[in-house]
């Protein structure tokens, strides 16, 4: 069911969101009221993951789905769930549809799989992480923000709560606060300021440490961070 929208934030524009993290978030966030447009190389594609959204999730729901410069054009909170090796091509190219005072959330996770390694090891990154590397490439005006690198993809395209955390880390406050505000509309996920961008550094490479052990243990790891005062989790 889709439940009445309380204190809506979208519309959010999932760019790269034909994949298993865009329509797995996606599902989330429409079940929760938001209004998604997915985004797609192919305006066709990202139409009929759309409509595999508005069937799982039954009822009124605000989801479409469009090419990606037509997506980015349509919202201000832009969430890029991509592959590492086409991040960078895609943001350059994508960077004339984005609008000024957009905020970016950026899940990118690079990995050693990119470029013929393993998947369970990171990638080491010029800039730091894929986050600040995103941070180059996006309009001055564009606040980046890097979130949700450490949940499954499959648990978020299923039904049932979460059990893990998501870190959020920017250099923008109002935006890592928008972006808490968002995770924290999935069930069973609560939301923690991982500081600076710069600590995305930190927060990507744990993501390379849960597939080793998803492939170790055949599970679908997350993390949970413990021991901090109650008002630390949104
Ligand atoms: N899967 C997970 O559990 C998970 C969890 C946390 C973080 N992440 C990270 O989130 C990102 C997305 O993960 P995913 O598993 O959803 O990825 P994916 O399925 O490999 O790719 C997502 C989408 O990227 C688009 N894409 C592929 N090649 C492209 C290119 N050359 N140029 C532009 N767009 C291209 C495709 O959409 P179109 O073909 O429709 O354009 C595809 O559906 C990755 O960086 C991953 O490391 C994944």
């Known amino acids: 069911m889709n439940a009445a929208a309380p204190n809506p934030i979208g519309p959010i524009a999932v760019i790269g969101g034909t994949g298993p993290l865009g329509m797995g978030l996606a599902l989330r966030w429409a079940r929760a009221g938001e209004t998604v447009i997915l985004g797609s190389r192919d305006a066709g594609r990202a139409q009929q993951a759309a ?109 049932a709560a979460l059990d893990c955390d998501v870190i959020v880390c920017s250099d923008d406050p109002d935006a890592g606060q928008l972006t808490r505000d968002l995770a924290a509309k999935i069930p069973g996920v609560r939301a923690i300021d991982g500081g600076k961008l710069e600590n995305a550094r930190i927060v990507e490479q744990i993501t390379a440490l849960l597939i080793g052990l998803n492939i170790r243990h055949k599970g679908h790891a997350g993390i949970r961070i413990t021991g901090l005062p109650p008002q630390a989790y949104r």
């Open 51 to 159: 409509a595999a959204i508005q069937r799982a999730v039954g009822g009124e729901v605000n989801v479409s789905g469009m090419e990606n410069a037509a997506a980015c054009a349509a919202a201000d909170i832009l969430m890029l769930t991509v592959p590492f090796e086409n991040q960078a091509s895609l943001l350059k190219h994508l960077k004339p549809s984005i609008t000024e005072g957009s905020i970016l959330i950026d899940a990118t996770v690079p990995l050693a799989a990119s470029v013929g390694g393993r998947a369970s090891r990171p990638l080491g990154i010029w800039q730091g992480s894929a986050a600040q590397q995103a941070a180059e490439l996006v309009p001055k005006e564009v606040s980046v923000v890097a979130a949700f690198h450490n949940v499954s993809a499959d648990l978020l395209g299923g039904d």
